[in-house]
């Protein structure tokens, strides 16, 4: 199985910070990495699709980079609204796996 | 609008079943891989199971196979769960999720229904 591993586990900033999460895979998925968003009590919201390309409607302050092992999720200038838990998942082979995810906490 | 609506779940002893469902509406159902994934309280996301857009591939996490049977109906635009030998650890929220292809991302989610397994 390819394990995914997310950090920080959890990260405190400001709105208006840049922010930037890290993923990594136990081994390559070349691009096939997703980035999803969770509020609590609340189902994930789909942000990015293989690695750097934003789903439609998406901010434009949410950016995806990376290959192979190691991917980014950046946010270019926090907002009240994206205070919340980050999640990378895999979908280069089964079983489809997810990281333990980033908490996004306001400073 | 784009909807997906879970149902199912409950309260159901260690060893029990129940059969979780979930109804698409607002877009073409028959053309998505489904996939069901659950989040057990205070943890992360785990893919639990997929089927194909016909219904003649299935692919499932080790930790459910043989207890949980994934299915579709694309006439009732339909997904279902069945979840078999229940334990402990499958008190989760279990939320149904599309895919254009099984290589490709969860773009619509429905809102997800709890399951508790408990005496």
């Known amino acids: 199985d390819i394990q995914m591993t997310q950090s920080p586990s959890t990260l405190s900033a400001s709105v208006g910070d840049r922010v930037t999460i890290t993923c990594r895979a136990s081994?390559?998925?070349?691009?096939?990495l997703a980035w999803y968003q969770q509020k609590p009590g609340k189902a994930p919201k789909f942000l990015i699709y293989?690695?750097?390309s934003l789903e439609s409607g998406v901010p434009s302050r949410f950016s995806g980079s990376g290959s192979g092992t190691e991917f980014t999720l950046t946010i270019s200038s926090l907002q009240p609204d994206d205070f919340a838990t980050y999640y990378c998942?895999?979908?280069?082979?089964?079983?489809?796996?997810f990281g333990q995810g980033t908490k996004l906490e306001i400073k | 609008e784009v909807q997906l609506v879970e149902s199912g779940g409950g309260l159901v002893q260690p060893g029990g079943s129940l059969r979780l469902s979930c109804a698409a509406s607002?877009?073409?159902?028959?053309?998505?891989?489904m996939s069901w994934v659950r989040q057990a309280p205070g943890k992360g996301l785990e893919w639990v199971a997929n089927?194909?857009?016909?219904?003649?591939?299935?692919y499932y996490v080790d930790s459910v196979k043989g207890r949980f049977t994934i299915s579709r109906d694309n006439a009732k635009n339909s997904l279902y769960l069945q979840v078999n030998s229940l334990r402990a650890e499958d008190t989760a929220v279990y939320y149904c999720?599309?895919?254009?292809?099984?290589?490709?991302?969860?773009?619509?989610w429905g809102q997800g229904t709890m399951v508790t397994v408990s005496s």
């Open positions: 081994q390559s998925i070349s691009s096939w």
């Open positions: 999720a599309t895919s254009r292809g099984w290589r490709d991302a969860f773009d619509i």
């Open positions: 607002g877009f073409t159902f028959s053309s998505y891989w």
């Open positions: 998942q895999q979908y280069n082979s089964y079983p489809l796996t």
């Open positions: 293989k690695a750097s």
């Open positions: 089927v194909k857009q016909d219904g003649s591939e299935e």
